[in-house]
């Protein structure tokens, strides 16, 4: 199942400006299916989806002379004189795609939206080799109103706030607990039985706490 996420109405807009999209955050928020919502929006061909978790992936922006890169593109099918995006999924694996994207999108104009886990990184990184040429956004858990949203519940807008109802009251009461006692990982919301979600929960803190994606203080 799609899940909906507030963030892609925010970047389709910038899909035509010339400014790379970073998006970043938590393991298992959810960013790997919102950029192929985004690739799957666009309408045009001359599109390519890369995975750099993949070592072979990786190969293709390890070169040194960066049209290279832009060769191996093409290879791909990607025709770099014409109006063409470039979707790029755990690019933290390649610590020197920041300068190969800078100079990519400035000598030919190829569009990137990129996704990546470590935020220290992609901040640091990208704040220096893309300053003015980028717009960064951090994707976070579900929050309620996609949450809702994903539950086929009715949206909160659409309820009366002046005349509430005992059955609007049990209604969203049943979901507020669920959100405040599983969270808003996807993948935890998506599981069909609450021992699943027991299991699910633990095994994402569990998760998190072993790569360091949350600390304990």
Sequence with gaps: MIIQRDLFSTILPLLDSPETIVITGMRRVGKTTLLKSIFDHISSENKIYLDLENPRNQIYFQEKDYDVIKKNLELMGLKSKEPCYVFLDEIQWVKQLPSAVKYLMDTYKIKFILTGSSSFYLKNQFSESLAGRKFIFELYPLNF??????????????????????????????????????????????????????????????FLLSTGSIAVK
């Design 145 to 206: 109103s996609e949450f809702l949203r994903i539950k086929q519940a009715p949206p909160l807008q659409n309820i009366s706030h002046e005349s509430p109802t005992l059955s609007m009251f049990t209604t969203y009461q049943t979901y507020v607990d669920e959100y405040l006692k599983y969270g808003g990982f996807p993948g935890v919301v998506l599981k069909p039985t609450e021992n699943e979600k027991k299991g699910g929960a633990r095994r994402y803190i569990y």
